[in-house]
């Protein structure tokens, strides 16, 4: 019995040694996925993170960095404007089939994904010799199932795997995050074109939004807005609700991840008193907020109201500012063009009478505002559900 325990122990201590040295102890190469026009800020949200992130350069498309997987942990679970993390595992020449497989069967698979999983697989190719995607899929797919056991989706923890293939060169990545890192954890349902949490949280750094100021999310809908700015004010970690595929690796260490999250919390500044203030017209939309806002004690600083927004004056900012944001019911929600330039008219009408001294956030499409509007303000690009958007960002005149 004990040589079988000690021969059952000895792979086991290898393959943890092999593990350590691997993967665990040296630095990797991530990139931090962003919509178009977030990188900036995703990149200064890098800077910021409470952790050995180094050589950030910032392209098209997100944010490249260097560090250890413990950095990947605090990059997924801090940053509010990235859409996922990849971590590199292999950049290569891939001139042909045989020189792909040859190099796809080189990887340990075994020392990155679980012993057993189901996988997503997303293959790009441009000016590639190799341009037949599904082609190149089959082959990542032979090469990781003769390491680990591949299987059904809805039976086994889903892995995604990226390979890029361009000029003959190829990328592959293995995603760290799992569900996109706009999906929080707070809500499970969205409503007539929401708007994505890494969206909203961009407008709210755009913005200027901070601890200590009021917001008002008068056409708030599923009430991203306001949800967003409550983690934000707040401190809380965006993805402090959730887990991540990472969790799921042979080589996650559960002390790093429990120090992350002290560490996250110890960064909070919970509030107590209702400063953010969502309404709409839409009962259903309102009590479905009120039950997401119920669920969460972080969220008790949003008081819910079913109003509209033409109907009601929120009086002066508070001593550290107030910021209203919008996203008008816009395209399909409301009609054509010209009902939508004529409710923006009528929007900043409203803001001149109510909303004097107030910051405004409003997201609209191109070409809804008809003429110069009433009162300075800039414009962003900003992508929202598919369509190109601009940001108006300003302050409301005294």
């Given at each position: 019995m004990e040589t079988s325990i000690a021969s059952d122990k000895a792979p086991a201590a290898a393959f943890a040694k092999r593990l350590k040295r691997r993967v665990a102890a040296r630095q990797w190469d991530f990139f931090a996925v962003t919509a178009p026009n977030l990188?900036?800020?995703?990149?200064?949200?890098?800077?910021?993170?409470?952790?050995?992130?180094?050589?950030?350069?910032?392209?098209t498309g997100g944010v490249e960095f260097r560090g250890r997987l413990h950095d990947a942990y605090a990059a997924n679970l801090h940053l509010r404007t990235a859409t996922r993390i990849l971590m590199r595992l292999a950049r290569f020449r891939a001139d042909s089939f045989g020189r792909l497989e040859e190099k796809l069967a080189a990887v340990d698979w075994e020392l990155f994904l679980p012993q057993a999983c189901a996988l997503d697989i997303r293959v790009t190719a441009r000016h590639s010799r190799l341009y037949h995607s599904r082609a190149v899929a089959d082959a990542l797919g032979r090469a990781v199932s003769g390491r680990v056991a591949v299987g059904a989706a809805d039976e086994l923890p889903l892995q995604r795997l990226q390979l890029r293939l361009s000029d003959d060169r190829a990328v592959l990545s293995l995603d760290t995050s799992g569900e996109p890192l706009y999906k929080r954890g707070l809500k499970s349902t969205g409503g007539p074109a929401p708007v994505r949490e890494t969206a909203a949280a961009a407008v709210l750094m755009t913005a200027g939004f901070s601890a200590g100021m009021a917001l008002a999310d008068p056409m708030c809908g599923t009430g991203t807005f306001s949800l967003e700015a409550a983690l934000l004010a707040q401190g809380i970690a965006p993805g402090r609700l959730r887990n991540f595929a990472f969790m799921r690796w042979p080589s996650f260490a559960p002390g790093r991840w429990k120090e992350a999250l002290r560490r996250a919390d110890r960064r909070q500044q919970r509030l107590d008193r209702p400063f953010i203030v969502a309404s709409d017209l839409d009962p259903a939309a309102c009590e479905t907020l009120r039950g997401v806002v119920g669920a969460h004690e972080i969220l008790g600083v949003i008081r819910v109201e079913n109003r509209d927004f033409f109907e009601t004056a929120p009086g002066p900012p508070p001593a550290a500012g107030g910021l209203?944001?919008?996203?008008?019911?816009?395209?399909?929600?409301?009609?054509?063009?010209?009902e939508g330039r004529a409710l923006v008219r009528e929007i900043f009408g409203k803001l001149q009478a109510d909303y004097r001294s107030w910051r405004l956030a409003m997201i609209l499409p191109k070409g809804y505002v008809e003429e110069k509007p009433p009162f300075a303000v800039h414009f962003s690009p900003l992508h929202h559900g598919g369509l190109k958007v601009v940001l108006l960002t300003g302050r409301v005149p005294a």
């Open positions: 990188e900036t800020l995703c990149r200064r949200e890098l800077e910021a993170l409470p952790a050995d992130v180094q050589a950030l350069k910032t392209v209203v944001v919008l996203n008008p019911p816009y395209g399909r929600r409301l009609g054509s063009r010209s």
